[in-house]
């Protein structure tokens, strides 16, 4: 019942704004989460089940920063994402490409397993453990008042920062030559080879891309669920909002990101006990219902 | 008469299944060089060992002269090689600008490439107004013109073409040849061309080859080609088949 503590006066529609801020800001690390997954799905068309598991690294590295270097939260972030990025490029290198070739269930275990490793490993590390850590930020619990209507500036922060991240790689992969190089390469590999594009350099940066929006995700979920070796379970809320969003649809993963993370939020609040945690896997059900291929699906576009 | 592009004895397969059985080859610097050959023949095998797409398990490409069979394929086209493959392989949902954006990936030479941009553009004019459309939206014959474009702007020495003719109208067959002819005599590119279309190929084209079941077993010049009995049974289809509707060219001769 997160964000009830803070509900004071105001009423309903104070009530309401709160929680539908709070969903939001939720929602941006489901969605930075499935953006990771859909980054890798589209490359490589494997689904990376690891994807919680780097974030939940990336949280520690960040973690480490902070505390152990004392840098400032800023240059905490970068690193963070630079040490998970090569990491990322590294796990591909050694783990994923030895298996390149082989049926979809083979890569799926080896991409599960190697969640279970790094869940075990962050365990053997002195000074990391098994233990719950807080991470500070500027934020705090800052607050902002307009008139009634009390938000929190850890929220709003939250989603302004995955605004700008998602700002970027949108510029990133609309004009960059290497962003447009990993569109075509995820839409037609061979054609891709023969343009010359270093495939497999480029699906290599691509899950340095996707480990460094992982970490992205951790550092700011940080604040709220602190950091611990299981953080990484978020995944399994996140995958629901890459399917929500249409699986492979970029943009679609950050709107299914956000729907779950307000339909939570809302659920938590106004349902019965226990809702919260099924409302992610409900509006799943109801989506691919109404739409199989998820909202943004663009599986017979891509069958030109 | 150099030869740009040699090609040794190469035998390449697909797992167990043998494509190319020794096949030996040379097309001449600045020459239109044809392979025909039925479906299932090898021609686009030929063609996908050049690229380094697969690898021969013997033999040897030589471009200029240097082997370069076993190099990545992004390394093949920096040394010069461009391929517009069969069935045109676009990026469906980049634009078209996009996709021709990705065919100079190799090179850094930004006046190059837009110097490039607007000859490709000069040769397809529909190109340029449809620059801004996804590539997928394109029509067959449209993305054929994007295919051989975007192959260009690698600035190739030697390109590869696989069925440009591939699902297009004759009027539109002819036009993509005619482009075919001027990109060879004004760019000087040299062009090994594959086709079913022995027709159109053996008009445009100075030296070509037969190819059968993984080998070569016919090569000469076109004109000559054209003249023979054999070639024009049975891909050029002047003499009627046979009583029994399909006879085969192996019944009729033995090749060596």
Redesign the interface.
């Known amino acids: 019942m997160r964000g009830r503590g803070i509900l004071g006066g105001g009423g309903l529609v104070n009530q309401f704004l709160q929680l539908l801020l709070a969903g939001v800001a939720q929602g941006c690390v489901y969605a930075l989460v499935a953006l990771g997954f859909v980054l890798i799905y589209k490359a490589t068309e494997t689904v990376n089940f690891a994807q919680g598991d780097l974030m939940m690294l990336g949280a520690f590295f960040a973690l480490t920063g902070s505390t152990t270097l004392g840098l400032p939260y800023w240059l905490t972030i970068v690193f963070a994402l630079a040490v998970m990025a090569v990491f990322g490029m590294l796990a591909e290198r050694l783990v994923l490409r030895p298996v390149l070739g082989y049926p979809a269930f083979t890569v799926v275990m080896v991409t599960i397993g190697m969640g279970y490793i790094l869940r075990g490993v962050v365990t053997m590390i002195p000074g990391w453990g098994t233990d719950t850590y807080t991470f500070a930020t500027p934020f705090a619990d800052a607050v902002i008042r307009l008139g009634a209507v009390v938000l929190a500036v850890q929220q709003l922060a939250v989603i302004g920062m995955t605004a700008a991240l998602c700002l970027a790689l949108y510029l990133f992969f609309r004009y960059a030559?290497l962003g447009?190089?990993m569109?075509?390469t995820s839409?037609?590999q061979?054609?891709?080879?023969?343009?010359?594009?270093?495939?497999r350099r480029v699906n290599m940066l691509i899950w340095g891309l996707s480990a460094a929006v992982a970490t992205f995700a951790g550092i700011l979920l940080a604040p709220v669920t602190f950091v611990h070796s299981n953080m990484g379970f978020i995944g399994l809320k996140a995958f629901p909002a890459a399917v929500v969003g249409g699986f492979g649809s970029v943009p679609g993963s950050i709107v299914g990101g956000l729907i779950i993370g307000v339909v939570e939020s809302l659920a938590g609040y106004y349902l019965p006990e226990g809702f919260k945690d099924v409302a992610a896997y409900v509006v799943v059900l109801i989506v691919l219902m109404v739409r199989p291929s998820g909202i943004f699906g663009?599986t017979a576009?891509?069958k030109? | 008469m150099t030869d740009v592009l040699e090609l040794a004895n190469v035998e390449s397969s697909y797992g167990p299944v043998q494509a190319l059985r020794g096949v030996t080859l040379s097309v001449h610097e600045g020459r239109i060089v044809t392979v025909l050959g039925a479906n299932g023949a090898g021609k686009s095998t030929i063609l996908k060992t050049i690229s380094g797409i697969i690898d021969p398990g013997k033999g040897q490409v030589k471009l200029r002269g240097e082997e370069i069979q076993g190099r990545s394929p992004d390394w093949i086209v920096r040394a010069g090689i461009g391929h517009v493959p069969e069935g045109r392989e676009v990026f469906p949902l980049l634009s078209v600008e996009d996709n021709l954006r990705m065919g100079a990936y190799t090179r850094n030479d930004a006046d190059g490439v837009a110097k490039d941009l607007d000859a490709v553009y000069a040769y397809f004019p529909i190109l340029r107004e449809r620059a801004k459309q996804e590539a997928g939206q394109l029509s067959g014959g449209q993305q054929q013109m994007l295919a051989i474009s975007r192959a260009l702007l690698s600035r190739p020495a030697v390109m590869l073409m696989d069925e440009p003719s591939l699902g297009l109208s004759p009027k539109l067959t002819k036009e993509i040849f005619e482009i075919i002819v001027r990109i060879n005599r004004e760019r000087g590119t040299t062009i090994l061309l594959v086709e079913q279309n022995a027709h159109m190929a053996l008009k445009i084209a100075e030296t070509g080859y037969v190819l059968e079941v993984g080998r070569i077993v016919m090569t000469d010049t076109c004109e000559r080609l054209a003249q023979k009995e054999d070639i024009r049974e049975f891909y050029l289809g002047i003499k009627a088949a046979g009583v029994r509707g399909q006879r085969r060219w192996k019944k009729k001769k033995q090749w060596r």
């Not at chain 1, 061979?190 to 594009?197: D, Q, T």
């Open positions: 030559k447009v190089a569109q075509a839409q037609n061979l054609a891709a080879y023969y343009m010359g594009i270093p495939v663009e576009r891509k030109v």
